[in-house]
Nanobody, 112 residues
Framework: QVQLVESGGGVVQPGGSLRLSCAVS????????VAWYRQTPGTDRELVAA????????YYPDSVKGRFTISRDNVNNTAFLQMNSLKPEDTAVYYC?????WGQGTQVTVSS
């Protein structure tokens, strides 16, 4: 059974940083593309970062480019999203996706 468990969300002031983790069980995280999405109430989930396999090609939309970094630790079977220079508009529930599997989401709130 494949499971994804996110952690690392919380409340941070504008300009601050958070690192989200996505622990994957049931499949090796190195094998396929891993991605992070976010969602606010009443909107569709928005792709904010993807790390493609094979290779190390990454994708970021302009809204987060230069501030967010996606990575993975193949030894610990975990994916990460490093978020720097956070803005209030980054407030959302963040989800990890691996193949067709989703995590439960972790809330990120950027507020002074």
């Amino acid at each position: 059974q494949v499971q994804l468990v996110e952690s690392g969300g919380g409340v941070v002031q504008p300009g601050g940083s958070l690192r989200l983790s996505c622990a994957v069980s049931g499949l090796p995280v190195s094998q396929y593309t891993v991605a992070w999405y976010r969602q606010t109430p009443g909107t569709d989930r928005e792709l904010v970062a993807a790390l493609y396999e094979p290779g190390t090609y990454t994708y970021y939309p302009d809204s987060v480019k230069g501030r967010f970094t996606i990575s993975r630790d193949n030894v610990n079977n975990t994916a990460f999203l490093q978020m720097n220079s956070l803005k209030p508009e980054d407030t959302a529930v963040y989800y990890c996706k691996y193949l067709q599997y989703w995590g439960q989401g972790t809330q990120v709130t950027v507020s002074s």
